[in-house]
């Protein structure tokens, strides 16, 4: 897109997108929903705002965006050109998937306390005033410029040093 904004006649350095959302399995989990190659866009899986779990789409459905922007009138499974772009979606996909390296689902870790990212997981125990993990105190009562109320109380922050 970086082109259109910049008036600038340069390709994409990208000859696909990777769109990224959940799996057929729930869009609370990670992987692949839908592949964009020049004109084309596929999708593997959908959901919207009436149907909010993943659809699994086989075979995929198929848009040509310069023709359809507002994906409403998915190609035929059955033409010719649904063929000829699927072909170069899959094998985009294959190469793709292959230069991916697993690593654990971070959203599926869940509310598990030891999982947290947290500089400091005691914190409510030392500032029970403030939630948990909270890290920088000076932070915690912003003052915002030309509103002298609102200037941070310092003395809360003396146990700190």
């Not at 689902?105 to 909270?134: F, H, I, R, V």
């Amino acid at each position: 897109m970086s082109p259109l904004f910049t008036n600038s006649s340069t390709p994409s350095q990208h000859d696909c997108i990777y769109i990224y959302k959940g799996t057929p399995q729930g869009p609370t989990q990670p992987g692949l929903w839908a592949i964009r190659c020049g004109p084309y866009k596929a999708h593997f899986v959908t959901n919207n705002h009436i149907n909010t779990s993943a659809v699994t789409h086989d075979p995929p459905l198929l848009y040509h965006l310069e023709r359809d922007a507002t994906e409403v009138y998915s190609l035929s499974p059955k033409g010719a050109e649904y063929t000829a772009a699927m072909e170069t979606i899959m094998a985009a996909k294959k190469t793709h998937e292959a230069s991916l390296t697993p690593v654990p689902n971070q959203m599926g870790k869940g509310e598990d306390p030891s999982q947290k990212l947290c500089c400091d997981p005691d914190s409510k125990k030392k500032y029970p005033k403030y939630q948990e993990c909270t890290c920088n105190p000076e932070n915690w009562q912003a003052w915002k410029c030309g509103n002298p109320e609102l200037q941070p109380d310092i003395s809360l922050y003396t146990d700190l040093h």
